[in-house]
């Protein structure tokens, strides 16, 4: 198993029951991290991972953000990362998505790069900031959206939050409508998350790992638990699913390792990746 390259999907696969890093995990990484890249992966935008990054010491390694739609890295010493590929959601698409929830109690955010805009404070901004670790800017949509139509951009992802049933309606109507424009992902049964039809974590990594480092995504280790991370886990050339992962993931992954609150993710790279670098020095 010749890795030289790490990419990891981050809740559900990387994180524990607490949502945070283990020591275990943080052990693990911070063991390869100056042999071979480990670059996370994830639908949260970049505010969202770095302190993940900072826990890890892998601050100037690249970040795969909102699913791949934004793409970045953050060289040592700058606050302005190096952007490698940014693909937005259309202001029209993000109007329709908005017409499309008026009558229903979903609640909509809108993101763009390291920007959070939510229209109030609610149980479903109050959840994601405990999770993710920020804060959304509370402003009218109207002035958002006036800014990007200006600016000849839009939204890196949008994510809806409610009632099941609700939510079910309007995925129904966005793959009915939208289904050339937008990729609509069930994170969990109370949130949507909706990104740009052309991106995927499989297409960023392999960007990624062409740009910065010469290597083929053939050559990476990937990790994940949820349908955004299929394509990832069926790129690279060891494709790892934690065994509380869907099963339509375990069902594409070379490898199953334990659950991502039994350390899933470094029991592999003790196995494969660290015994590797061990019996090479």
Same mark, same amino acid.
């Given at each position: 198993?010749?890795?030289?390259?790490?990419?990891?999907?981050?809740?559900?696969?990387?994180?524990?029951?607490?949502?945070?890093?283990?020591?275990?995990?943080?052990?693990?990484?911070?063991?390869?991290?100056? %042999?071979?890249?480990?670059?996370?992966?994830?639908?949260?935008?970049?505010? =969202?991972?770095?302190?993940?990054?900072?826990?890890?010491?892998?601050?100037?390694?690249?970040?795969?953000?909102?699913?791949?739609?934004?793409?970045?890295?953050?060289?040592?010493?700058?606050?302005?990362?190096?952007?490698?590929?940014?693909?937005?959601?259309?202001?029209?698409?993000?109007?329709?998505?908005?017409?499309?929830?008026?009558?229903?109690?979903?609640?909509?955010?809108?993101?763009?790069?390291?920007?959070?805009?939510?229209?109030? %404070?609610?149980?479903?901004?109050?959840? %994601?900031?405990?999770?993710?670790?920020?804060?959304?800017?509370?402003?009218?949509?109207?002035?958002?959206?006036?800014?990007?139509?200006? =600016?000849?951009?839009?939204?890196?992802?949008?994510?809806?939050?409610?009632? %099941?049933?609700?939510?079910?309606?309007?995925?129904?109507?966005?793959?009915?409508?939208?289904?050339?424009?937008?990729?609509?992902?069930?994170?969990?049964?109370?949130?949507?998350?909706?990104?740009?039809?052309?991106?995927?974590?499989?297409?960023?990594?392999?960007?990624?790992?062409?740009?910065?480092?010469?290597?083929?995504?053939?050559?990476?280790?990937?990790?994940?638990?949820?349908?955004?991370?299929?394509?990832?886990?069926?790129?690279?050339?060891?494709?790892?699913?934690?065994?509380?992962?869907?099963?339509?993931?375990?069902?594409? =992954?070379?490898?199953?390792? =334990?659950?991502?609150?039994?350390?899933?993710?470094?029991?592999?790279?003790?196995?494969?990746?660290?015994?590797?670098?061990?019996?090479?020095?």
């Amino acid at each position: 198993m010749n890795i030289r390259a790490i990419c990891t999907d981050i809740d559900g696969t990387l994180l524990d029951s607490r949502r945070e890093l283990s020591p275990r995990t943080i052990q693990a990484i911070q063991f390869i991290k100056d %042999e071979m890249p480990v670059i996370l992966a994830s639908s949260r935008m970049p505010s =969202a991972m770095r302190h993940l990054q900072r826990a890890l010491g892998i601050l100037d390694h690249p970040l795969i953000c909102f699913n791949g739609g934004y793409v970045i890295r953050y060289k040592t010493g700058h606050d302005i990362p190096e952007v490698l590929d940014s693909v937005t959601i259309p202001v029209s698409v993000c109007e329709y998505i908005l017409n499309a929830v008026k009558g229903t109690g979903i609640h909509v955010s809108l993101y763009h790069e390291d920007n959070w805009y939510a229209p109030q %404070e609610d149980q479903w901004t109050a959840r %994601e900031a405990k999770v993710t670790k920020v804060l959304p800017a509370i402003t009218p949509f109207t002035g958002v959206l006036e800014k990007w139509r200006c =600016a000849e951009t839009g939204a890196h992802k949008v994510m809806c939050m409610g009632l %099941e049933e609700e939510l079910n309606v309007l995925e129904a109507t966005l793959n009915a409508t939208q289904a050339s424009e937008l990729h609509v992902y069930r994170s969990k049964s109370t949130y949507i998350e909706i990104a740009p039809r052309a991106i995927s974590k499989a297409s960023a990594l392999a960007d990624v790992l062409r740009v910065y480092y010469n290597l083929d995504i053939k050559q990476s280790m990937a990790f994940g638990d949820n349908y955004n991370d299929i394509d990832m886990l069926r790129a690279a050339g060891s494709g790892v699913a934690v065994a509380n992962a869907r099963d339509e993931v375990k069902a594409v =992954a070379g490898h199953i390792t =334990a659950k991502n609150t039994e350390d899933g993710v470094a029991q592999m790279l003790e196995q494969y990746v660290i015994a590797a670098l061990r019996n090479n020095a």
